[in-house]
């Protein structure tokens, strides 16, 4: 299903003119948000024994150490008020994070302070996965992960990186369609398959939806 009303103007700004969209849409707010809740918990529990600390510490009276104490406790709760600014981060993204499927390629849009896009053509493409969480359910809708190579390393090894389309409507419809165009986009490239005219054997031509 396109979602035509919701295409923000900038994907036609970045679009190239031979380009279509067939879909776009956004994040549902909660599930969009609730990334950041694993983050809120670990600052809370964090935040939980730090007041813990300090009250035993006002109790006891800083002595001579109150000017090493204070800033050293507002350091150390960094994580308690990082967790609570993520949020607030996430909710001032949201209305910047769009998503949209073309002719060539998917497109992720989102930013803070600025609009920042990202495009990953379909022949980079090499795996796709639809979840839908216990919260998603409720809310029905569902994220796809898309996945064209990248990782990063960690203390733990290497890891994957993907691309998420969270908390979208009909996500295993998306998915069905993200998958068959990319499949027909990457046939086209490599193989001359009835979306390719006869008389252009390079690819040139424009996908039929």
Do not use: C
């Amino acid at each position: 299903m396109n979602d035509f009303e919701r295409i923000p103007p900038e994907f036609d700004a970045i679009k190239d003119n031979d380009e279509t969209i067939l879909w776009s849409g956004k994040p549902a707010f909660i599930p969009f948000l609730a990334q950041g809740i694993p983050f809120l918990i670990i600052g809370l529990v964090w935040g939980a024994f730090d007041f813990f600390f300090m009250s035993n510490i006002f109790n006891g009276g800083f002595g001579g150490m109150s000017g090493f104490i204070i800033p050293f406790m507002l350091l150390h709760s960094f994580p308690f008020w990082g967790s609570i600014l993520n949020m607030f981060r996430l909710a001032l993204v949201y209305p910047n994070v769009n998503y949209a499927i073309t002719t060539k390629r998917v497109m992720l849009r989102s930013g803070f302070f600025g609009i920042d896009f990202k495009a990953v053509d379909f022949d980079k493409i090499q795996n796709l996965e639809v979840n839908v969480g216990p919260l998603e359910r409720l809310l029905n809708v569902g994220s796809i992960k898309i996945f064209s190579g990248e990782t990063m390393s960690t203390k733990n090894g290497v890891q994957s990186m993907h691309d998420t389309f969270k908390g979208i409507a009909n996500p295993y419809g998306i998915f069905k369609q993200l998958k068959q165009v990319s499949m027909d986009i990457r046939t086209d490239i490599q193989y001359p398959n009835q979306y390719r005219p006869e008389d252009n054997p390079g690819y040139k031509t424009k996908y039929k939806e």
